[in-house]
């Protein structure tokens, strides 16, 4: 398993397809591990965060928003892209403030996603919060989502029959489980970065 040479493409040249607000496509030459070239495109991208945020009673924050490449409203854990030289705990916490008006008293990093690894190299830092208070939202111009609570059970109800489609909140969903489950451990901070001394979600 360690020894991945037959597999590796090497770069060799770039072209730049298209650089617009958002996307970034790129086309690159390579070589394959039997000598012969071939190309790649794909969509390159700064990364991204997820936050499971867990209430007091243990209902978890949760998003409705209308996106326009599937011409659906989704259901969603809170999220958002990286700003340049963004730290990734930084963007969660600006994130959950911005689209839903909580800020957390704890935070953790449970792990990172690869949502679409056959086109983009993007990927979603998971963070869980707890101990959330509310404030004011504060969106971006022409962002409109609706904000709402739903026990897990509820959420898992909702990925089971496909009313749930969006893969970070699959995956979200998931970690859910095994953290409440005591499966996976969690390893909680303050606001300020110290260590919390529980690590349980519930």
């Known amino acids: 398993m360690n020894d991945?040479?037959?597999?590796?493409?090497?770069?060799?040249?770039?072209?730049?397809l298209l650089r617009g607000h958002f996307l970034h496509v790129v086309r690159d030459t390579v070589r394959l591990?039997?000598?012969?070239?071939?190309?790649?495109?794909?969509?390159?991208?700064?990364?991204?965060?997820?936050?499971?945020?867990l209430l007091d009673d243990g209902r978890v924050?949760?998003?409705r928003q209308f996106r326009h490449p599937?011409?659906?409203?989704?259901?969603?854990f809170p999220a958002g892209k990286l700003d340049e030289g963004e730290d990734s705990w930084v963007c969660a916490q600006r994130e959950l403030l911005e689209e839903t008006g909580?800020?957390?008293?704890?935070w953790a990093f449970a792990g990172r996603l690869a949502p679409t690894v056959a086109y983009s190299d993007e990927t979603i830092d998971i963070w869980f919060a707890r101990g959330l208070?509310?404030?004011?939202?504060?969106?971006?111009?022409?962002?409109?989502?609706?904000?709402?609570?739903?026990?897990?059970a509820e959420l898992r109800?909702?990925?089971?029959s496909g009313q749930v489609i969006d893969c970070k909140t699959l995956i979200g969903s998931m970690w859910m489980q095994n953290v409440q489950a005591g499966e996976w451990t969690l390893q909680w901070k303050d606001a300020a970065g110290s260590p919390s001394a529980g690590q349980s979600v519930a």
Not at 102 to 106: D, I, N, P, V
Not at 141 to 149: N, P
Not at 157 to 160: G, L, S
């Open 133 to 152: 208070t509310l404030g004011e939202r504060q969106l971006d111009d022409g962002e409109l989502l609706d904000v709402f609570t739903a026990t897990p």
């Open 157 to 160: 109800a909702w990925c089971f």
């Open 70 to 76: 599937m011409q659906a409203v989704m259901i969603e």
């Open 33 to 53: 591990p039997g000598g012969a070239e071939a190309t790649r495109e794909y969509v390159l991208h700064p990364g991204a965060v997820m936050v499971i945020a």
């Open 102 to 106: 909580y800020s957390a008293r704890e």
């Open 4 to 16: 991945d040479n037959h597999l590796i493409e090497t770069p060799l040249s770039r072209t730049e």
């Open 61 to 63: 924050v949760l998003e």
